[in-house]
């Protein structure tokens, strides 16, 4: 049966040349579907809306054409053509080169001998139109929530002066709720003492451009307010429509120049005084008084600087050396809308020709409603700019160096540790005297290569913030006690006196990082035991009271009798790299990295690292760390 219908449909197809010509041509998309939905027939409006040709669309599946949403809408729609019904639809589709369009489409049955034999679908892309609907829309969302949200009272009056729409600001400025706003007139809520001043320049039938007014409303609750408003004309086709109003609370500001007037003898003396430059202008641009730190800056004299064009001489170019225009200038738009502007990064010119960079403020000068001028407040932030560049500049060569010095010590220290396990190996094995004794001189070496990669790699750590801290309960003397014994034989070999000792109010138990304290002791009493050749070092640890405290501070100290620092050079202590006795470090090496790294750790643990020394008679290092009280015994017996 449908096989029948399609043949009829083909034959009326081809049947009438003067059809198929308009069909053909027709500018809008025309498609003949058969009574299973084939495709049986297009014209070229619809290789065009598509992007396939004929051949390629009969190829093509529905769901590489069409949405999910879209199949089943044609198909319904498909179902009621095949009923004898035209049903008009949008659906989405999708055009050869992968971009979603939108279609509007009308089933039309095709009927002979009173039968339905197929359906024609003319179809319109729409795509542009919806757009467009879509961008009107969200044109109109904005306009809505700039209105509503608009920090500014806005309103809008009809030709009449009446309310016709209101935001929440003017609400809250007024007192009067919308619907006692809406259709109020504008005069209803000017002061009484200003209704004549006001209403004899307020006709809004000639509004044809904006106008600024400064007007005394009065507030529900009786009190005035004084405000600056903004009226637009609203226009529809050349024809005026109403007044759109944008009213400011100008009361406290005009309050405040009150003051400033009563006041003048006493802000001048302050003007004077303040290290921001400052200079007024007129209503045409032409400056009228300056400030001291003004007249440094700009390089006029205070007479040379009255009278001179602000736009022309001193600001006429922005950051980049592109000119303002009078239109544009900040500092004129001011004088012309009374709006106060903050300016970043601007360029002012000196009387010398020279240029430097400024942060400026303009403010209007307004007297009895009227604005007099402005002032321009300063400050030249062109060293300001300079640091910033040199702070930059220094970080990013800090992290260079940081990520070069890690790169090289692990590279480094991969090598060295095959050196020092090969170096182990070999002494292992049988050597002669000479020969162990310069295996022995090779390990050792190595492993002062080892110390100073570690050192070094720990210092690129934490200057680039990579140091973790692992906080953990542990004995405090059991560490100090085999840090001593770590350095006894080398006490022994120098012949110096190596103690410890802790105050009986340490606790036992302490909770930090043990392998950072321990670091930071071994630094110390290392560089003790290097710079003293007779005499002590003497490791101690005290517990100072914090009354009241959750925490306990513990000061550590190591002293020494040896080589001392003098006092020009401290500075020098604790800066990365640094030899404050380079002849005694070439003799006993080293990086000039420990100091640093254990000032760098003390740091990082919350603690402040200093030193007393005198040249010839010893140093003492301090550093004070402090630790959560926990539920643990207090130590009760001194160590030596």
């Known amino acids: ?241 109403g007044v759109h109003g944008v009213a400011i609370d100008i009361t406290e500001n005009m309050r405040n120049l009150q003051q400033i007037r009563e006041l003048s003898d006493q802000h001048s003396l302050i003007l004077d005084s303040v290290s921001e430059g400052i200079f007024g202008l007129d209503t045409q641009g032409h400056t009228i008084f300056i400030n001291p730190a003004a007249m440094e800056m700009l390089g006029y004299s205070r007479k040379e600087f009255i009278g001179i064009h602000s736009h022309s001489l001193i600001h006429h170019t922005r950051y980049d050396g592109s000119h303002y225009t009078k239109e544009e200038f900040p500092i004129s738009l001011t004088i012309s809308d009374g709006v106060t502007r903050s300016m970043d990064e601007e360029v002012f010119w000196r009387k010398d020709g020279t240029s430097f960079l400024v942060n400026y403020r303009v403010s209007p000068i307004i007297n009895n409603g009227a604005i007099q001028g402005a002032v321009v407040a300063f400050s030249d932030i062109t060293n300001e700019r300079e640091i910033i560049r040199a702070k930059e500049f220094a970080e990013k060569a800090a992290r260079a160096k940081s990520d070069f010095l890690a790169m090289m010590s692990h590279e480094i220290r991969t090598p060295m540790n095959g050196m020092i396990g090969m170096a182990d190996l070999l002494l292992e094995t049988e050597l002669g005297e000479e020969q162990r004794t310069y295996t022995e001189i090779l390990r050792s070496s190595s492993y002062s290569l080892l110390h100073i990669l570690n050192d070094i790699l720990d210092f690129s750590k934490m200057e680039a913030g990579k140091m973790p801290l692992q906080s953990e309960m542990f004995d405090l003397r059991e560490m100090i006690s085999s840090i001593v014994d770590l350095f006894t034989p080398k006490a022994e070999e120098k012949k110096l006196s190596l103690r410890w000792w802790a105050d009986t109010s340490v606790p036992e138990i302490i909770k930090t990082d043990p392998s950072r304290l321990r670091q930071i002791i071994v630094n110390l009493v290392g560089n003790a035991l290097k710079f003293t050749e007779k005499g002590s070092v003497t490791l101690s640890v005290k517990n100072i009271p914090l009354p009241d405290a959750s925490d306990y501070l513990l000061e550590f100290s190591v002293r020494d009798t040896g080589v001392g620092i003098a006092a020009n050079k401290l500075n020098l202590l604790f800066q990365s790299f640094s030899q404050v006795h380079p002849t005694i470090n070439r003799k006993y090496g080293g990086t000039g990295l420990g100091l640093a790294i254990s000032k760098q750790l003390v740091e990082l643990m919350g603690g402040t690292i200093f030193v007393e020394s005198e040249e010839h008679r010893g140093s003492t290092f301090r550093f004070m760390l402090s630790f959560p009280k926990e539920e643990s015994e207090v130590g009760v017996t001194a160590s030596w």
Not at 19 to 42: A, E, R, W
Not at 91 to 116: C, M, N, Q, R, W
Not at 198 to 208: A, E, G, I, N, Q
């Open 1 to 241: 049966m449908y096989k029948d219908k399609t043949l009829i449909l083909k034959e009326m197809i081809s049947a009438d040349g003067a059809f198929k010509s308009l069909y053909m041509n027709h500018p809008d998309s025309i498609y003949i579907l058969d009574l299973q939905g084939n495709l049986v027939d297009t014209n070229v409006s619809t290789h065009a809306m598509a992007g396939y040709t004929f051949e390629e669309m009969k190829e093509v599946s529905a769901k590489e054409t069409y949405t999910a949403e879209s199949i089943d809408l044609q198909k319904y729609n498909f179902a009621l053509a095949v009923e004898g019904q035209s049903p008009r639809f949008v659906i989405e589709f999708i055009h050869k080169s992968g971009e979603l369009h939108t279609a509007d489409i009308t089933y039309v049955p095709i009927k002979a001998e009173g039968e339905v034999v197929g359906v024609y679908g003319l179809a319109k892309d729409i795509t542009e139109h919806v757009k467009a609907q879509n961008k009107l829309k969200e044109s109109k969302e904005r306009y809505k929530s700039l209105f509503q949200y608009n920090p500014a009272s806005v309103f809008l009056l009809d030709l009449s002066g009446r309310f016709i729409e209101v935001n929440a600001r003017l609400q809250h400025l007024t007192g009067f709720t919308k619907e006692e706003l809406l259709g109020k007139f504008f005069d209803d809520l000017i002061h009484p003492d200003e209704c004549y001043r006001v209403m004899s320049s307020y006709d809004l039938d000639t509004v044809s451009e904006p106008r600024h007014h400064e007007v005394k409303l009065t507030h529900k609750d009786g009190h005035t307010l004084l405000i600056n408003v903004v009226n637009v004309p609203i226009k529809i086709n050349g024809h005026l429509e």
